[in-house]
């Protein structure tokens, strides 16, 4: 049998260059080695969106470029978080054995509260028990992270260890599938990219929308003239070439260095790699868009799959935590 890996993305609506060479590429990939489930983390998102009302939309949004990307609903199960909820009921069933002071001590905790003082729900504090009720409801062993994320994931197995120490042996230690997830920096040449600080590039935008944006990417601060020398290993339009517009890269650094090429014309060639790259999965995209009860049957199936797996697992939760049975 091969290895479960689960991952879970927020519904942030359409996916910017920085989630797809970051995780996107990586969930297609992953289909062909590992029995995968990728599930949209809408009851995550709640822990800091106040108006809920796009909720729906952006669950969309984020289908269709999954879907467009390459995620085969035949392979994956792609499934909404709240259509199963019984990760609900295993969030509740581990927040009675997780010591409150392992969740206090979380870094991305204390940011949160520093970014959203006046709504410091609980949420927030127990975000990574849902997180483990995601991952381990299905008996994962496997989850890619970045270096930054394996902090969560050592939570969440300790929370494991706990629960299999308490009860007996239920979970698999999930472990973390180490990914080279690129820091892609945003179009401002400054921050990672991403949408709230406006400084991302959607997948899904037209060619001509993605022509526009990037012309007005931030390049090399220091190379103010056509005729002045570049420094390619700060510029973000160099590192994006690297992904997208298939170049000699020592070629293209000469050329920059020595101001033989200029910045608009790095940044078309830049522009039209990316369109001539991203084409097939907009046109994959557009098709899913047309055909909406398609996306809604595909993630009434991953909801139905997931479920199956998950009544299971809390079945024998219950069990163990010596819960009454109903008759
Ligand atoms: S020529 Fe290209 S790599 Fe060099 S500074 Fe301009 S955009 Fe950046």
Not at 30 to 37: P, T, V
């Amino acid at each position: 049998m091969p290895k479960r890996v689960f991952s879970g993305a927020r519904p942030t609506g359409r996916q910017h260059i920085g989630n797809y060479l970051g995780a996107i590429q990586n969930y297609v990939k992953l289909q062909s080695e590992y029995d995968c489930i990728y599930c949209i983390v809408d009851i995550h998102a709640l822990t800091s969106l106040e108006d809920t009302s796009q909720l729906p939309q952006m669950t969309r949004e984020l289908a269709l470029d999954w879907l467009a990307a390459g995620i085969d609903p035949k392979k994956s199960i792609m499934f909404v978080q709240s259509h199963v909820p019984e990760v609900a009921e295993l969030h509740t069933f581990l927040s009675m054995i997780t010591p409150l002071g392992w969740l206090q001590r979380v870094p991305t905790f204390k940011e949160k509260i520093k970014l959203q003082p006046d709504n410091v729900n609980y949420g927030l504090l127990g975000y990574p028990v849902l997180m483990t009720a995601d991952i381990i409801l299905y008996k994962a062993q496997a989850v890619p992270v970045g270096e930054d994320q394996l902090p969560h994931l050592e939570l969440a197995r300790e929370i494991v260890r706990r629960f299999n120490g308490k009860f007996g042996d239920t979970f698999p230690e999930p472990e973390a599938k180490l990914t080279n997830f690129p820091t892609v920096v945003g179009l401002d040449g400054k921050e990672k990219m991403s949408k709230s600080v406006g400084n991302h590039l959607e997948i899904a935008l037209t060619a001509e929308e993605t022509r526009a944006k990037i012309m007005t990417a931030v390049t090399d601060p220091d190379r103010k003239f056509r005729k002045d020398p570049g420094h390619p290993e700060i510029c973000n339009i160099y590192h994006l070439r690297d992904y997208f517009a298939a170049f000699d890269m020592k070629e293209l650094a000469e050329k920059c260095r020595t101001a033989q090429i200029g910045c608009v014309e790095c940044k078309q060639a830049l522009a039209e790699g990316i369109n001539k790259s991203l084409a097939p999965l907009r046109e994959r995209r557009a098709e899913f868009a047309a055909r909406p009860d398609e996306v809604d049957d595909i993630l009434a199936d991953g909801a139905k799959r997931a479920r199956a797996i998950a009544s299971e697992t809390i079945r024998e939760v219950k069990e163990r935590m010596n819960l009454p049975r109903l008759k």
